[in-house]
């Protein structure tokens, strides 16, 4: 961990510069409106990329629908756990930030004071695009594009090396896929018990649409085309 702790390999703090360096390039607002967007407007996003995939599940047949709506439970559950591993893991390397060990850094946001490997911000992102693959590709991909801007977006603001965020996507996307399957064998059956209670079968399946059923789930792909539809 020693080299991560020094500044990490002469390719990653090369990137760092050459990305940060942008930020010498552009004009003030361009700054502070990249500095909002990979603090807090990226992810606000994806969230809303989630309650949009959740809006058009809630359409869908009610064997789909449970399905579709047990992925989407899963995708925050999945960061957070995500969030949590990152804990002791910054702990362990304990890298500085870029800034604390090379002064011409620009730094776009304040306040980041804890350790940089891996990126919360990247984990975060990326758990949430990889979970909303599993729930509806075409809204997936969107999201992981999402999640590789905001790693962008965090080595311009000056707050990360390239390798946190390297690390940080692999760590949400670990997550998510690893403990999929256990997740969705136990949040399937909830999401189908959900949809038959006349109080909150809402949340899985819209008003009016037809009561859950005791058939076997369709593929994803007929899941994404019906949302598609």
């Known amino acids: 961990m020693a080299g991560l702790t020094a500044g990490g390999p002469n390719?990653?703090?090369s990137l760092l510069y050459q990305i940060n360096g942008l930020a010498q390039e552009t004009p003030g607002w361009f700054d502070r409106i990249i500095g909002f967007t990979g603090e807090y407007g990226l992810l606000l996003v994806l969230v809303l990329l989630?309650?949009?995939?959740?809006?058009?599940?809630?359409?869908?047949?009610?064997?789909?629908?449970?399905?579709?709506?047990a992925a989407l439970v899963w995708t925050p559950l999945a960061a957070g756990i995500a969030l949590l591993l990152n804990i002791p893991l910054?702990?362990?390397?304990?890298?500085?930030?870029?800034?604390?060990?090379?002064?011409?850094?620009?730094?776009?946001?304040?306040?980041?004071t804890d350790f940089s490997f891996v990126s919360d911000h990247a984990t975060l992102a990326m758990?949430?695009?990889?979970?909303?693959?599993?729930?509806?590709?075409?809204?997936?991909?969107?999201?992981?594009?999402?999640?590789?801007?905001?790693?962008f977006c965090r080595v311009y603001m000056g707050v990360h090396y390239p390798t946190d965020v390297v690390g940080g996507l692999a760590l949400g996307t670990a997550v998510v896929l690893l403990l999929a399957p256990l997740a969705m064998a136990l949040l399937t059956?909830?999401?189908?018990?959900?949809?038959?209670?006349?109080?909150?079968?809402?949340?899985?399946?819209?008003?009016?649409?037809?009561?859950?059923?005791?058939?076997?789930?369709?593929?994803?792909?007929?899941?994404e085309s019906d949302l598609a539809a």
Do not use: N
């Open 11 to 13: 390719v990653d703090v």
């Open 127 to 151: 758990a949430l695009g990889v979970g909303l693959f599993i729930a509806h590709r075409k809204l997936g991909f969107i999201g992981i594009g999402i999640a590789l801007l905001e790693g």
């Open 90 to 112: 910054r702990q362990f390397v304990g890298r500085p930030r870029p800034f604390r060990q090379y002064g011409e850094v620009e730094v776009l946001t304040q306040g980041t």
């Open 50 to 69: 989630v309650l949009w995939c959740w809006r058009g599940i809630r359409k869908l047949s009610t064997p789909a629908a449970a399905e579709g709506f």
């Open 189 to 223: 059956p909830l999401a189908r018990a959900i949809a038959m209670s006349p109080r909150v079968g809402w949340l899985v399946r819209a008003r009016g649409c037809e009561p859950a059923q005791a058939v076997d789930l369709p593929r994803a792909s007929s899941r």
